[in-house]
T-cell receptor, first 112, second 116 residues
Framework: QKEVEQNSGPLSVPEGAIASLNCTYSDRGSQSFFWYRQYSGKSPELIMSIYSNGDKEDGRFTAQLNKASQYVSLLIRDSQPSDSATYLC????????????FGTGTRLTIIP | DGGITQSPKYLFRKEGQNVTLSCEQNLNHDAMYWYRQDPGQGLRLIYYSQIVNDFQKGDIAEGYSVSREKKESFPLTVTSAQKNPTAFYLCASNHETGTGAKNIQYFGAGTRLSVL
């Protein structure tokens, strides 16, 4: 089982709709969770971080965390063509091997 | 302008050659990291350093070497022992490991390495 799993996609969403990206992780000791956006040929940029159960909203982005289910998601409301990118889920555990573990990413395409 | 600078942007390696990728940060971050990304893959950790003059192997350290002589600099050498070096190499840094926002890693623009 991979430590951090994401559906690789591609995920196609019409412009203006809600895009839903999902991520599961295996380490129950994980404490910090991040979503990075990566445009083709570019480096990842942080778009959301979440540390406690529940929802965290920032503009059109909402991160949702459920530690009991070991599940973190990213919702993008009013999707724009500029949201087309690969979204990487990253999980940090403070216990044992302290490192950030990345999923393989979900490629999102917003259809105009 | 604070940030992480990687150079060069593109690099070509000949057979049997060692090449060094540069990573410099002026964010006063303690920890620095090197990742490798292959097409369609996530990021895999090569080496990391949490303090000057100390570094640890990541998941795929074989064929790579690093040094951390200054807080600002963390160069990566891809040695001839790395038989499949073609990839996108990313350097990252964060303030320190701990809780919450301290774990946020910021990335440089990357170096794309190819074999001639």
């Amino acid at each position: 089982q991979k430590e951090v799993e994401q559906n690789s996609g591609p995920l196609s969403v019409p412009e203006g709709a809600i895009a839903s990206l999902n991520c599961t992780y295996s380490d129950r000791g994980s404490q910090s969770f991040f979503w990075y956006r990566q445009y083709s040929g570019k480096s990842p940029e942080l778009i959301m971080s979440i540390y406690s159960n529940g929802d965290k909203e920032d503009g059109r982005f909402t991160a949702q965390l459920n530690k009991a289910s070991q599940y973190v998601s990213l919702l993008i409301r009013d999707s724009q063509p500029s949201d087309s990118a690969t979204y990487l889920c990253a999980v940090f555990s403070n216990f044992g091997n302290e490192k950030l573990t990345f999923g393989t990413g979900t490629r999102l395409t917003i259809i105009p | 302008d604070g940030g992480i600078t990687q150079s060069p942007k593109y690099l070509f390696r000949k057979e049997g050659q060692n090449v060094t990728l540069s990573c410099e940060q002026n964010l006063n971050h303690d920890a620095m990291y090197w990742y490798r990304q292959d097409p369609g893959q996530g990021l895999r950790l090569i080496y990391y350093s949490q303090i000057v003059n100390d570094f640890q192997k990541g998941d795929i350290a074989e064929g790579y070497s690093v040094s951390r002589e200054k807080k600002e600099s963390f160069p990566l050498t891809v040695t001839s022992a790395q038989k499949n070096p073609t990839a996108f190499y990313l350097c990252a840094s964060n303030h320190e490991t701990g809780t919450g926002a301290k774990n946020i890693q910021y990335f440089g623009a990357g170096t794309r390495l190819s074999v001639l």
